[in-house]
């Protein structure tokens, strides 16, 4: 199993660093969004819950672009049939992707973050290691949920289509989550102690329903 | 392993959604031998062969390769059959020896095997420029060399000359070919060659077998009428 | 199969469906606070649990099919999703007027559970385009488990966090059918919610029975015609395997 991971992991990531697209793609929407929602807003800085909400929202949708990227050289390259011939337990994509993506999104949180934090924040950061919780736990949910939709969507017809309109609604409790719990670094209320442990929730419960049906979306 | 064939169906259904891909097909073929089935485009050959690699679980019948049988105990000869389709299942913005790389670790294979194949094939001056770079010819050398990597006892062969050069096809025999001493399952669409390698004849049409076991040359060109 | 006392359950769902209205509309007291209008409640509480229900039912259906690989359990699903949205869209109407009537907003915001459902209905609105939208039949029919299976492990997760988020100190109106109801106001409640249940249960009954027969037609009508049956249109509806 880790063996088929490896391989899978390690191929991922060299076609990326060898011909960037998600990583960049990302990254560009992010900063661009950031510039779009200043002149949206009105504002020359935000705080508090406006603060985190805008961080959010366009972390959340670079994400749905790297979802959508995720499975589509697979299954044009003919990375699905070479996985599937071998002798290895199927579960091993999953994790693999769901690996990749998440490095993905840390990747991505590189750029974006201290992109916002010069471009619209306006008070300065406190208690920063809530970011980084929020931006863990945030990453792993992504992470599971994206690769199931990103697996759904990739044998339809209406792939550009879905991956949004599919991954939108799903991570709404992740989204809400990570908002509170970042909330107070950009200056607004307290996050009350359990919405690290939703966030954890809604990541296992994701994790485990990710596990057990992946196997059934490759087999044919 | 005894007399026991390589590869015996009986019966095997396979539909895509309305439309029946193959029905009712039957065939055996012992161990070492070489199987080549005709059939028009459409007629259920790709098919066949997606089934026999367990990418396609049969929906009737029953389908043994190696003795296992399909889809219940797929996974057990899942590193013991090789197939080279339509499709060379390699990467094109890595290289040829990355790409092999990848085959290598999902198999348990030995990277030295790597370097051997692609000796072999005569491309190991160029096996690390990216495959988009290579020539049909050259793509389909490595694909060859991605169908062998973990010495597989069976061969699944898609038209595996088609659209190549001689000097290409010329360096795929010793892979793939009869020299292999693999049992094979090729699909063709020439008579007098396909024929002079076959040890089994299987014809389909429309899903049917229509030529089952041995053929004449007129009777495989009636399959194309 | 499915065909069986499909009178009995109509005319059950009639009666009970119309005493319950008229115990809402007649028997009930009337609210203190927000009058006549609260009595749209009597709609759309039972609407939105049965609605719920029936998306974890298609959810367990999904789970059944992926199992055994047999098409009806695809069809059952398919059914119960997609009246669960019909449903679901009954919810979101009746949850506006309610929400016109008491705030005099068309929408709001701080009733967790209406805000939680339009996010469930928002998801579920999806499947029938992700079905259309795979051309191979069983492979449509793996995935829309798939899906439905991961959307009913969604719903509770949506609704805790949804309503961990809001925490607003005005009373939630649906608590008031939990415990604090007068007991003519429980008899009316049930009522519909018994209605409403035999409702859903019904038109699966004749959706199911609908989608059956029409599987048979199809099966001998190509048994009499031959191979010459033209190719079906693309569609997002299961069919069931001929015998």
């Known amino acids: ?41 009105q504002q020359r800085s935000v705080e508090g819950n406006l603060a985190a909400g805008v961080l959010w929202v366009t972390l959340l949708l670079a994400a749905v672009l790297g979802i959508a990227r995720q499975f589509v050289a697979d299954r044009e390259e003919g990375g699905f049939e070479g996985f599937l011939l071998a002798p290895v337990d199927r579960t091993a994509l999953l994790v693999a992707k769901a690996a990749s993506l998440f490095l993905f999104l840390v990747a991505l949180e590189i750029v974006a973050v201290p992109a916002f934090l010069v471009m619209l924040l306006g008070p300065s950061p406190v208690e920063f290691w809530r970011l980084l919780l929020a931006l863990l736990l945030a990453d792993l949910g992504i992470a599971f949920v994206g690769t199931l939709v990103g697996a759904l969507a990739v044998q339809s017809r209406a792939r550009d289509l879905l991956v949004p309109l599919l991954a939108l609604p799903l991570l709404i409790p992740l989204l809400i989550g990570a908002v509170k719990l970042s909330a107070p670094v950009f200056g607004g209320p307290a996050a009350a102690a359990r919405w690290p ?24 | 392993m005894g007399d026991a064939p390589a590869i015996e169906l009986a019966g095997l259904v396979r539909r895509y959604g309305e439309r029946t891909a193959l029905d009712d097909v039957s065939v055996a073929l012992p161990a070492g031998a070489t199987l080549v089935v005709f059939g028009p485009n459409g007629a259920g050959k790709s098919t066949l062969l997606r089934v026999l690699a367990t990418l396609l679980r049969p929906q009737g019948g029953t389908a043994h390769v190696l003795g296992e049988a399909l889809p219940r105990d797929a996974w057990k000869v899942r590193g013991r059959i090789g197939l080279l389709g339509h499709e060379p299942l390699l990467h094109r913005d890595l290289s040829a020896r990355e790409n092999l790389r990848f085959h290598a670790r999902l198999h348990g294979v030995a990277f030295e095997r790597i370097d051997a194949l692609l000796e072999q094939v005569g491309l190991r001056l160029r096996a690390d420029e990216p495959i988009r770079e290579l020539s049909r010819g050259m793509v389909q050398r490595v694909a060859a060399c991605r169908t062998v990597l973990h010495e597989p006892d069976v061969l699944l062969l898609d038209e595996p000359t088609a659209n190549l050069d001689p000097a290409a096809a010329d360096a795929l025999e010793p892979l793939v070919g009869r020299t292999s001493g693999r049992t094979r399952v090729v699909t063709s669409h020439d008579p007098a060659r396909g024929l002079a390698e076959a040890d089994v004849v299987l014809g389909l049409r429309g899903g049917r077998a229509e030529l089952s076991g041995s053929a004449t040359e007129a009777e495989v060109r009636e399959l194309y009428r | 199969m499915y065909g069986t006392r499909l009178r009995a359950f109509s005319l059950a769902t009639l009666v009970t469906l119309t005493g319950g209205f008229a115990l809402a509309a007649f028997y009930a007291p009337e609210d203190a606070d927000q009058g006549f209008m609260q009595k749209i409640l009597y709609l759309h509480v039972p609407l939105a649990i049965v609605a719920l229900c029936g998306f974890v039912f298609g959810a367990v259906c999904a789970i059944q099919h992926l199992r055994t690989g047999e098409s009806r359990w695809d069809l059952r699903s398919y059914v119960a999703i997609h009246m669960s949205l019909i449903f679901g869209a009954g919810v979101l109407v009746t949850g506006s007027i309610w929400a016109r009537a008491s705030w005099g907003h068309w929408w709001v915001w701080d009733e967790p559970t209406l805000v939680s459902f339009l996010i469930v209905f928002l998801l579920y609105a999806t499947y029938q385009p992700l079905r259309f939208s795979i051309e191979d039949r069983d492979k449509q029919a793996r995935y829309a488990s798939v899906f439905a299976i991961t959307a009913g492990a969604f719903v509770p997760l949506n609704f805790l966090a949804v309503r961990l988020a809001q925490s607003y100190t005005h009373p939630r109106v649906f608590a008031t059918t939990d415990g604090g109801l007068e007991p003519r106001m429980k008899v009316a409640f049930y009522a519909c919610l018994l209605g409403m249940a035999l409702l859903y249960a019904t038109l699966w009954k004749y959706e199911m029975a609908s989608k059956n027969t029409s599987a048979q037609i199809k099966a001998l009508r190509r048994r009499l015609a031959g191979d010459e049956v033209p190719a079906p249109r693309r569609s997002a509806a299961p069919t069931l395997e001929s015998a």
């Open chain 1, 197 to 220: 442990w939703v966030l954890a929730l809604y990541d296992l419960v994701f994790g485990l329903v990710a596990y057990a049906v992946f196997d059934f979306l490759l087999e044919d």
């Open chain 1, 1 to 41: 199993m880790t063996r088929a991971v490896n391989a899978v992991l390690r191929r991922d990531l060299r076609i990326e660093t060898r011909t960037p697209q998600v990583v960049p793609g990302m990254a560009l929407f992010a900063v661009s969004a950031f510039v779009v929602f200043h002149f949206a807003l």
